[in-house]
T-cell receptor, first 108, second 125 residues
Framework: EIVLTQSPGTLSLSPGERATLSCRAS???????FAWYQQKPGQAPSLVIY???NRAPGVPDRFSASGSGTEFTLTISRLEPEDFAVYYC?????????FGQGTRLEIK | DVQLVESGGDLVQPGRSLRLSCTTT????????MGWFRQPPGKGLEWVGF??????????DYAASVQGRFTISRDDSKSVAFLQMHSLSTEDTAVYYC????????????????RGRGTLVTVSS
């Protein structure tokens, strides 16, 4: 199975700064079927990005994502207070689907 | 509005079985694949598996950790998906989320475009 490794484990930034979260796959992801989720404490995870770069409904345009092969990136252009959360990547291009271990985005 | 509501979570002893349900409204259930994620307490997300719509054979795929113990099924007449779990161990303790997704988002399996709030399964003696 494809192992996804997210980096960094924790990212400490201030509101207004730019956040770049990475997800590296152990082998080439065969299609664009790659997603990112946001999870706040005590809540279910919410889809942020699907098919590598498409924002889910209601997701603000400060969120963008890209990637291919083994390297995928989620960028938040200007952090708002509500963006501080844990983010997970998921590949659903190959069987079985797998998740990364998460990046905690915390307020500096 | 699309809604997915999980039910059936409970405290069960190791080795026992449990069936979770995912009751849905707001979309054409029969046309959609249905999947399950889980999240152990304080840990990350884990893929459990998914079932295709009958149009695509109605077959299911599973994570290796549950293959042979868990079965996903669906009742299109009632818009409900099920996760039957056997031989439960403490490592299966988690919040289980039901998910689905429209066809324009699909890959080999699915992302959680739609998802429920989760139901807690605790396996403990």
């Amino acid at each position: 199975e494809i192992v996804l490794t997210q980096s960094p484990g924790t990212l400490s930034l201030s509101p207004g700064e730019r956040a770049t979260l990475s997800c590296r796959a152990s082998q080439i992801v065969s299609s664009t079927a790659f997603a990112w989720y946001q999870q706040k404490p005590g809540q279910a995870p919410s889809l942020v990005i699907y098919l590598t770069s498409n924002r889910a409904p209601g997701v603000p345009d400060r969120f963008s994502a890209s990637g291919s092969g083994t390297e995928f990136t989620l960028t938040i252009s200007r952090l708002e207070p509500e963006d501080f959360a844990v983010y997970y990547c998921q590949q659903y291009a190959d069987s079985p689907s797998t998740f990364g271990q998460g990046t905690r985005l915390e307020i500096k | 509005d699309v809604q997915l509501v999980e039910s059936g979570g409970d405290l069960v002893q190791p080795g026992r079985s449990l069936r979770l349900s995912c009751t849905t409204t707001g979309f054409t259930f029969a046309a959609y694949p249905m999947g399950w994620f889980r999240q152990p307490p304080g840990k990350g997300l884990e893929w459990v598996g998914f079932i295709r719509s009958k149009t695509y054979g109605g077959t299911a795929d599973y994570a290796a950790s549950v293959q042979g113990r868990f079965t996903i099924s669906r009742d299109d007449s009632k818009s409900v998906a099920f996760l039957q779990m056997h031989s439960l161990s403490t490592e299966d303790t988690a919040v289980y989320y039901c998910v689905s997704a429209p066809s324009f988002t699909h890959g080999y399996s699915i992302a959680g475009y739609y998802r429920g709030r989760g139901t807690l399964v605790t396996v403990s003696s």
